[in-house]
C-alpha cells in the first residue's frame, strides 16, 4: 500500500515568506501528526490532527499552524519565515489516535526540507 | 517537561563489532519506541516496549526497556554496514500520538 506523501520534498524561501506543506497519509488512517527535525534540536512535536480536530500541540509560536480535511490530509502552515525555521518537516500518520500512553504506531513520510535565506 | 538523553551521539565501528545505545530520561514512559532514520527519508519503526524490564529482540538487534520504564537500550550484535543510520528513541507523551524523541545516534558501520 502508498506510504505517508509529502509535499513539496524541497522548497527555499526567503525570511517573512509564508510556506504550505502538504501531507497525504496513508489510506485508512486518521491521525497525522507534523514534527520538525533539526541537527541542534532534533525531532519536536508540533500538532497532531484527527478527524480534522487539533487534539495535540507542541511548543512552537502561533506562527505554525495546521489543519485537516474531511479525507485525511493535513496540510501545515508557517508564516513570517525566520532563518530558524529552516528544518525538515516530517509528517506521520497512524491507524489510530493514541490514547493515555498508548502511542499508535507511526509511520513517517520522507520529509519536506525547507531552507529559509 | 519529558526529556530523553541518548549516548552516544555518534558510533563509528568496524564490521562484525557489537554496540549498545542508550536512552535515559527522569521521566517515567508507558512505552518507548525505537527508529531507525536513513538520510533523505522518514524515521522507521524498529520496536516498541511497553513493559518494565521487557526485552524484545529483532534479528541482531536486542532492545531493552528498564524496570522503572525510564530508560531503554538497544545492543546490535555484530553488526553490517547497513545497520548504517541514525537511531533514534521516542517516548509516548501523557496524550496521544505525541512523541518525545531523544536527539539520535548517528551509527556508522564501516565495512
Known amino acids: 500500500k502508498a506510504g505517508v506523501t509529502q509535499t513539496p520534498r524541497y522548497l527555499i524561501k526567503t525570511r517573512g515568506q509564508q510556506v504550505t506543506l502538504s501531507c497525504s497519509p496513508i489510506?485508512?488512517?486518521?491521525?497525522v501528526s507534523w514534527y520538525q527535525q533539526t541537527p541542534g534540536q532534533g525531532l519536536q512535536f508540533l500538532f497532531e490532527y484527527f478527524s480534522e480536530t487539533q487534539r495535540n500541540k507542541g511548543n512552537f509560536p502561533g506562527r505554525f499552524s495546521g489543519r485537516q480535511f474531511s479525507n485525511s490530509r493535513s496540510e501545515m502552515n508557517v508564516s513570517t519565515l525566520e532563518l530558524g525555521d529552516s528544518a525538515l518537516y516530517l509528517c506521520a500518520s497512524s491507524l489510530v489516535a493514541g490514547g493515555q500512553g498508548n502511542t499508535g504506531e507511526l509511520f513517517f513520510g520522507e520529509g519536506s526540507r525547507l531552507t529559509v535565506l | 517537561t519529558q526529556l530523553l538523553e541518548q549516548s552516544p551521539q555518534f558510533l563509528s565501528i568496524q564490521e562484525g563489532e557489537n554496540l549498545t545505545v542508550y536512552c535515559n530520561s527522569s521521566s517515567v514512559f508507558s512505552s518507548l519506541q525505537w527508529y531507525r532514520q536513513e538520510p533523505g527519508e522518514g524515521p522507521v519503526l524498529l520496536v516498541t516496549?511497553?513493559?518494565?524490564?521487557e526485552v524484545k529482540k529483532l534479528k541482531r538487534l536486542t532492545f531493552q526497556f528498564g524496570d522503572a520504564r525510564k530508560d531503554s537500550s538497544l545492543h546490535i550484535t555484530a553488526a553490517q554496514p547497513g545497520d548504517t543510520g541514525l537511531y533514534l528513541c521516542?517516548?509516548?507523551?501523557?496524550?496521544?500520538?505525541?512523541?518525545?524523541f531523544g536527539a539520535g545516534t548517528i551509527l556508522r558501520v564501516k565495512s
Open positions: 489510506s485508512g488512517h486518521r491521525s
Open positions: 516496549v511497553v513493559t518494565g524490564g
Open positions: 521516542a517516548g509516548d507523551s501523557e496524550y496521544g500520538n505525541k512523541l518525545v
